[in-house]
């Protein structure tokens, strides 16, 4: 009788403790890519990296575009889905780097937003009425990941709004690609 509950506490032991240590073992991994069901806009490519201590997605998009020019006075496009991560415990990401990369032209009297959310941090760039530009731009946002702590569900959305005020002039911005990394934020040498 004691035999028998001590080969049935050694084996409940076992078998209990397996199972508790192999869910530490997460591997940190961030899975594909899954477009919102709504979204009109969608990825042309998606490619996404996992490393020991940092996950990173670089996304490419060919038809965020929102524009207003001659009798149209505004626009908007937009995109929205989401990463399955997974993080063991023991593995805190401290920082988000964000890289935003497109086109804006506008003339005076007209504005244009992104508004980018991933995961917890929502972040807005704002061309106000008085910026007359046109070219390129490249945006790197840094942001801390509160208590290092990422999703699991981890929604990415980008929308863009243009305004204008007059029949004259025009506005336009493209969001071309969104590259995320999620780890440790690197520090320039000084």
Same mark, same amino acid.
């Given at each position: 009788?004691?035999?028998?509950?001590?080969?049935?506490?050694?084996?409940?032991?076992?078998?209990?403790?397996?199972? +508790?240590?192999? +869910?530490?073992? /997460?591997?940190?991994?961030?899975?594909?890519?899954?477009?919102?069901?709504?979204? =009109? /806009?969608? *990825? =042309?490519?998606?490619?996404?990296?996992?490393?020991?201590?940092?996950?990173?997605?670089?996304?490419?998009?060919?038809?965020?575009?929102? &524009?207003?020019?001659?009798?149209?006075?505004?626009?908007?496009?937009?995109?929205?889905?989401?990463?399955?991560?997974?993080?063991?415990?023991?593995?805190?990401?401290?920082?988000?780097?964000?890289?935003?990369?497109?086109?804006?032209?506008?003339?005076?009297? &007209? %504005?244009? %937003?992104?508004?980018? !959310?991933?995961?917890?941090?929502?972040? !807005?760039?704002?061309?106000?009425?008085?910026? /007359?530009?046109?070219?390129?731009?490249?945006?790197?946002?840094?942001? *801390?990941?509160?208590?290092?702590?990422?999703?699991?569900?981890?929604?990415?959305?980008?929308?863009?709004?243009? !305004?204008?005020? !007059?029949?004259?002039?025009?506005?336009?911005?493209?969001?071309?690609?969104? =590259?995320?990394?999620?780890? #440790?934020?690197?520090?320039? +040498? #000084?």
């Amino acid at each position: 009788m004691i035999r028998g509950l001590l080969c049935s506490s050694v084996f409940a032991a076992l078998a209990f403790g397996s199972v +508790a240590r192999s +869910a530490d073992m /997460v591997a940190l991994e961030i899975g594909n890519f899954s477009p919102g069901f709504e979204s =009109k /806009v969608k *990825p =042309k490519k998606v490619t996404v990296k996992n490393s020991p201590k940092q996950l990173s997605f670089d996304m490419k998009l060919n038809a965020l575009v929102a &524009s207003a020019d001659g009798s149209k006075t505004e626009n908007s496009a937009g995109m929205n889905g989401s990463f399955v991560v997974q993080q063991p415990s023991n593995m805190p990401l401290s920082s988000m780097t964000i890289e935003l990369r497109g086109h804006i032209v506008k003339t005076a009297g &007209s %504005t244009a %937003t992104l508004d980018i !959310t991933i995961g917890g941090v929502l972040k !807005t760039i704002t061309w106000g009425p008085d910026d /007359v530009v046109s070219n390129t731009f490249s945006i790197k946002l840094n942001e *801390p990941i509160v208590d290092g702590i990422v999703p699991v569900i981890l929604p990415v959305s980008a929308i863009a709004l243009v !305004t204008k005020n !007059t029949d004259e002039g025009a506005v336009l911005v493209s969001l071309e690609s969104i =590259k995320v990394n999620l780890g #440790q934020l690197k520090l320039a +040498a #000084q």
